[in-house]
């Protein structure tokens, strides 16, 4: 190990002598051209001018959540992946800040008039990491190889709307009769079953990231976790994964704007007390997704920075079970929620919301408006009209009333919040709520196999659209865990995937969110939250993606 | 011997087969399923529960899994679907031993110093200030000594580093809070166990001949004081050598202890039993070789062997 080290550091050292030499002989030739630090000179000195390019810019050092999960953005792809992705993949568009598009790895695109053909025109200096030029193949691939069922590929639903998808995952069509068309190297062609309003925001899903051709295959079991084939088009590249320890990126020496860190380590900590404590100490200089007594902490210091992240927390009614079949108590249940109560309990870095979709999700058609503007307030508490309605619905002041059990998965404040839920239904309706915590993955599985009678339930967006929310409670969706089937909502939800005016669409989508939350009371959301960071303040520049998290990539170092 | 020895292999094998057979068993009882998780949607989940084999019998699943450790095959990850159990193993196993051989050194050479100092002390008021501090030592739960150590010695006064093994620095404050209760609990039977050796026959008999205290010491009396000594080591050695995930998780040591609780609560089944029958072998192996060391040094027990 440590010689490993020693050596990186020789060779860092000669590519710096090289880098001075190439530079001096380029300051006697008098070209005068001044772009010799980026890329001109990683291509000239290969290599070696890159590592010495990456080691005299500071390196960055987070502590990150335990990996799980491949970084073959085909695979079975978790916490960890997101950020490798982030860092090192460059998919065909990116989001700036406001969620607005930006050309990425496509310089440009265009659709046709229904929004079913859409072509993407790939920039002719994307470059992979070891300096081959990245390809509509390469996008290519990532698609083909997510399409084998054996795959395990978490988000290759995100490519149904794609001709043929479907039926080459479920092997009734061959993944080569797929709707990708390539027809040169720097062209990629979808054709879609229908017109899909959103397509854009599917791009930032995994199975749309591109994948070398040269080592990603399904074949080559492992190639993910090799740094030696894992090839990144990003700012960065995977340097070096010492599995369960760390995972190291250093800066792809051929990508076009070259960002100030040279290295990132993620060092993979799993209690929240070593990773505070490394902070502390310096041997970590960002803290992501911290416990919220940080804010206290904290306060005040300027070490403290939050990001706000597309998700919403809600109550799940299983309208299949009583007494939830019976819309009157479902309402009850919601307008007794006081939203500021929990927050009270929980910290400030959540937010109350009443809308399935964010409060702070930002409006495609009225720009500089967030879905809390334009949704309003939908769920108000009111105690007397709680009372009112499950009188009505036969058990006044709570007497008669079934058996309730509300359950939540045993992790972070969820105990907090299922508490004051419980105290408020107590005190407003008379009922008596039993608390089931359950470890995660069991939680899930009883959810999903529809056996809870009311529960905790979250979403966090993939995509910056509405319908990766909205899409959930659509009659037949795998994720519509309680078999909600509303005809109004689903002609709606269908017609507003080919609506490809941006304010009829989004008058279309309030309209489904208003049955789902307040005619229907499926759900009755209770708050968003924020990612609390802890910075080390000499880093600066950094800024939230528009679904959670921090982009680094234009962060710089301040002594 | 050979035939004690034998035996002693033959009942550690039937033991890891029970062992097995209850793992396996009490993991498949586990609610929730390993591929289950918020991405992961109905059809797909079938056709993952088919590559692993998971809507197969229960008892041809076991017999599979039987098969297949006799040929050396713990079977793949099912979090970690490019990463076999045994690679797992092999990784996790290397922090977690050289965390275990430093706190093992460290055990036998302050427990013991710490027991005899104990033992030797005349006055009983120093006598008295040992033995509460190594009560303290069996009592306070390692928990508690690792977040103490890491509040007082890294984050106040910055001595040590507290993430990770990469320099011999790293290894002190881990190493101690792993130590603390074996420490005290060797330095305890060391005391214990010298003054009931300085009180033999043999003992006075050998000062009397005029030979050098030192030699007393070590030779008539340490050679017998430290029988119980091994004995407690045997389990000791295994318990430090699993790991502890407190300590791993606390100072971030990718060993096999945090590993294997990770597994658990991710519903890894093979990595939980791939574990699991390596630990319960090292535990195995570890008792037979303390009995054997014990042989060893005490003649009588060679002779009724």
């Known amino acids: 190990m440590k010689i490993k080290r020693d050596n990186v550091k020789r060779w860092a050292a000669l590519g710096l002598a090289l880098a001075t030499a190439v530079a001096a002989l380029a300051a006697c030739g008098g070209s005068g051209t001044k772009t010799a630090d980026t890329t001109a000179a990683a291509a000239a000195g290969g290599e070696t001018t890159a590592a010495a390019a990456a080691a005299e810019k500071p390196t960055v050092i987070f502590a990150s959540q335990p990996e799980n999960g491949e970084y073959d953005p085909s695979g079975a792809t978790a916490y960890v992946y997101f950020d490798y992705q982030t860092n090192c993949l460059e998919g065909l568009i990116d989001y700036n800040e406001q969620g607005g598009y930006e050309p990425a790895a496509a310089e440009s695109w265009e659709a046709n008039d229904d929004g079913t053909v859409w072509t993407f025109h790939l920039r002719e200096d994307g470059y992979w990491s070891d300096g081959s030029k990245v390809t509509s193949a390469d996008f290519l691939n990532t698609i083909k190889r997510a399409l084998d069922p054996a795959k395990g590929s978490w988000y290759v639903d995100g490519l149904f709307v794609i001709k043929g998808t479907e039926d080459a995952f479920n092997e009734t069509a061959s993944v080569d009769d797929i709707g990708v068309e390539c027809p040169d190297d720097y062209t990629l062609v979808f054709h879609l079953n229908a017109p899909c309003a959103y397509f854009l925001d599917y791009l930032r899903l995994p199975t749309y990231m591109p994948s070398n051709v040269k080592y990603a295959s399904n074949e080559n079991v492992g190639w993910d976790q090799d740094p030696a084939q894992n090839l990144g088009n990003g700012p960065y590249h995977m340097a070096a994964h010492e599995p369960g320890e760390s995972i190291t990126y250093t800066l792809n020496p051929y990508y076009r704007k070259q960002p100030a860190f040279g290295t990132i380590v993620l060092k993979f900590m799993a209690d929240e007390q070593a990773m505070v404590s490394a902070y502390k100490t310096g041997e970590v200089d960002v803290y992501g997704n911290a416990p919220y007594y940080i804010l206290e902490q904290y306060a005040g210091k300027p070490d403290l920075d939050e990001s706000p992240v597309m998700v919403t927390n809600y109550v799940l009614f299983n309208i299949n079970q009583a007494p939830f079949d019976d819309v009157r108590v479902r309402e009850a249940f919601s307008l007794a929620v006081s939203r500021q109560g929990i927050i009270d309990v929980i910290g400030s870095n959540h937010t109350t919301d009443t809308s399935f979709i964010p409060a702070t999700f930002p409006s495609k058609a009225n720009t500089g408006k967030t879905w809390g503007d334009l949704a309003g307030i939908l769920l108000e508490e009111n105690a007397a009209k709680a009372q009112q309605l499950l009188a009505d619905a036969g058990y006044p002041g709570g007497a008669g009333l079934p058996e309730l059990t509300y359950t939540y998965p045993s992790m972070g404040n969820e105990a907090d919040v299922a508490q004051t839920l419980q105290q408020q239904w107590k005190e407003v309706l008379g009922a008596d709520v039993k608390l089931n915590a359950m470890e995660y993955e069991v939680y899930v599985d009883e959810r999903r196999a529809g056996k809870l009678q009311f529960a905790r339930m979250q979403w966090t967006g993939d995509f910056l659209d509405p319908a990766t929310w909205l899409d959930m409670y659509r009659t037949g969706n795998a994720q519509n865990d309680v078999d909600w089937s509303n005809s109004e909502y689903d002609s709606i939800m269908t017609a507003s995937m080919s609506e490809m005016d941006p304010a009829k669409r989004e008058e279309m989508l309030l309209e489904a969110e208003r049955i789902l939350v307040t005619e229907d009371h499926i759900i009755c959301p209770l708050f968003n939250s924020s990612y609390i960071y802890l910075i080390n303040p000499k880093l600066t520049g950094h800024w939230n993606h528009p679904l959670g998290g921090k982009i680094w990539k234009d962060a710089v170092v301040v002594q | ?305």
Not at chain 2, 21 to 30: E, Q, R, V
Not at chain 2, 59 to 70: G, K, S
Not at chain 2, 191 to 211: L, P
Not at chain 2, 265 to 281: E, K, Q, R, W
């Open chain 2, 1 to 305: 011997m050979l035939r004690y020895v034998l035996k002693r292999l033959g009942v550690g094998l039937l033991t890891l087969l029970v062992l097995t057979t209850i793992t396996f068993f009490m993991t498949k009882a586990m609610p929730g399923s390993p591929l289950q998780s918020k991405n992961v949607t109905g059809a797909l989940l079938e056709k993952m529960e088919e590559k692993y084999g998971l809507n197969k019998p229960v008892i041809q699943q076991y017999a599979t899994y039987l098969v297949n450790i006799l040929s050396g095959d713990l079977g793949i990850s099912y979090k970690k679907p490019s990463t076999t159990v045994s690679d797992l193993i092999r990784k996790t196993f290397g922090p977690t031993l050289r965390l275990g051989l430093v706190t093992l050194a460290l055990t036998l050479v302050l427990g013991v110093i710490a027991g005899i100092a104990m033992a030797r002390a005349k006055s009983n008021f120093v006598k008295g200030l040992w033995l509460s501090g190594l009560t303290l030592g069996v009592s306070v739960p390692n928990f508690i000594v690792a977040l103490l150590l890491l509040v007082i010695f890294g984050v106040q006064l910055r001595f040590f580093p507290i993430l990770g093994l990469s320099t011999p620095m790293h290894y002190v404050l881990p190493a101690l809070a792993q130590g603390f209760y074996p420490i005290s609990a060797v330095a305890r039977l060391t005391q214990t166990s010298y003054e009931d050796v300085m009180k033999q026959d043999y003992v006075t008999f050998a000062k009397a001949k005029g030979i050098h205290p030192f030699t007393v010491m070590i030779r008539h009396v340490l050679r017998n004081a430290l029988l119980p000594v091994i004995t407690y080591m045997g389990p000791t050695v295994a318990f430090l050598l699993t790991g502890s995930v407190v300590i791993e998780n606390l100072y971030t040591i990718p060993g096999m202890g945090r590993e294997f609780v990770y597994a658990i609560s991710n519903h890894d089944y093979t990595v939980v039993m791939g574990m699991t029958i390596f630990m319960g072998a090292l535990i195995i192996v570890c008792t037979i070789t303390a009995d054997l060391l014990c042989a060893l040094v005490d003649p009588r027990m060679r002779k009724t062997l």
